[in-house]
């Protein structure tokens, strides 16, 4: 099996947290995106040959400023270079203000069956400071329109830790997230990424981070609303109904290889990474073959990799299968240094012989695995 990701980099307007590729270039680099995308997807057709397409992933950036002519033009590349008869399920990403009836409508026409809408917070004067263009009410409404077009699964993104946000209020965004009829959260700590315009403000003193303490907090409500709500912890940052986890960013955390397409959009084979050029102007000047950069794993990487993205499940992970994967050496190696974890409580049993991070661990989750990770041998 194999998952697709599209990427699109549009955004109207730039949040000052962003670090992912966007542009808010208009009609015209958009026209010229959509040409090259396409030739690349059909340039690249042979690389899939003999797996199946599992999932299919549209995200960004902001995938609901294409039109929906553009979507079509892509859903149609798509069809035509890659079997789509198995495909389990197929999310666009969309930002609220963009959702109406008859944009509803249209991508459930279009095959999509999965929206991720990105909310990040119910609170508006929370939203005008990250400058994110849609309003609480606006977020509520499109889970509305969205429900009424026929869409049942649906995701939307929370964020925590935001300067000026106290536990009080992010329970709030909780208890209006989890009274929505959708199927899937993802909830992330505030990240202050180099080169963004936050980054700025908290260097210049005009913005500081949340305490630890503070943070701490609110991950112990998120994981104690959620479950109180019916939503299984799947993942360290994603919460899902049962039955309703992100098949396609399992692809990501179990191993399985994905295609990517766009500027910025990574793939992986199994064994070897690949990544487009983050500029959509360079990328569209090389329709179907866009500069590119690509990277081998050791076997070494493979492992600290499959190691790190397993045990921000739930499901953990298997010596055994570390010894099926990497072999016998790997293996040894897990289980002696896992040995101190389990008896410290950080580490606990799951199913089918795996271990993973205990409730109390997950929080502290990169000093765990770091102890796990193969030892530098320099």
């Known amino acids: 099996m194999y998952g697709l990701y599209i990427h699109v980099p549009f955004c109207a307007s730039r949040c000052i947290y962003c670090d992912f590729y966007s542009t808010t270039l208009g009609a015209d680099v958009r026209r010229r995106y ?30 609901s400023q294409l039109t929906i ?12 270079c890659h079997d789509t008869a198995a495909v389990a399920e197929t999310t666009i990403e969309a930002n609220p203000d963009d959702v109406t009836p008859r944009w509803a409508v249209a991508v459930r026409r279009l095959g999509f069956d999965r929206v991720s809408l990105g909310v990040q917070t119910f609170d508006d004067d929370l939203l005008r400071f990250l400058s994110r263009r849609h309003t609480a009410a606006q977020a509520c409404s499109a889970v509305a329109t969205l429900r009424e077009a026929g869409f049942t699964n649906l995701s939307i993104d ?21 009274s929505l009829p959708v199927a899937h959260l993802s909830a992330y700590s505030l990240m202050f990424e180099s080169g963004t315009r936050l980054t700025a403000m908290r260097d210049k003193g005009l ?7 503070l943070s701490l907090a609110m991950f112990r409500a998120l994981e104690e609303e959620a ?23 399992a692809s990501y955390w179990d191993g399985t290889p994905y295609v990517g397409f766009g500027p910025a959009a990574h793939s992986f084979d199994g064994a070897r990474r690949r990544w487009n ?11 179907g ?38 072999g016998s050496a ?36 990169d000093a765990v695995m770091s102890d796990l990770m193969w030892p530098d041998e320099t």
Do not use: K
């Open 34 to 63: 959509v040409a090259a995308l396409c030739a690349e997807i059909e340039a690249r057709r042979d690389e899939t040959a003999g797996s199946r397409l599992h999932t299919i992933y549209i995200g960004g950036g902001t995938p």
């Open 69 to 80: 002519d553009e979507l079509a033009q892509i859903v149609d590349a798509v069809r035509a």
């Open 158 to 178: 929370l964020m925590y830790g935001l300067p000026g946000q106290t536990a009080e209020s992010w329970r709030r965004d909780l208890t209006t997230a989890l």
């Open 207 to 213: 913005v500081s981070e949340a305490d630890e303490e």
């Open 227 to 249: 479950e109180r709500a019916g939503f299984e912890h799947y993942e360290i940052s994603n919460f899902a109904r049962p039955g309703r986890r992100s098949l396609h960013n």
């Open 277 to 287: 050029t983050s500029d959509v102007a360079a990328y569209a000047a090389w329709p």
């Open 289 to 326: 073959h866009p500069p590119c950069a690509t990277e081998q794993l050791t076997l070494h990487d493979r492992y600290d990799e499959y190691v790190m993205t397993r045990l921000r499940t739930c499901d953990g992970l298997c010596p055994d299968e570390i010894e099926r994967r990497f």
């Open 330 to 365: 790997f293996s040894l190696h897990f289980r002696r240094a896992a040995a101190p974890h389990l008896q410290a409580g950080r580490l606990v049993p799951a199913a089918a012989g795996s271990l993973r991070l205990s409730r109390e661990a997950l929080f502290v989750s």
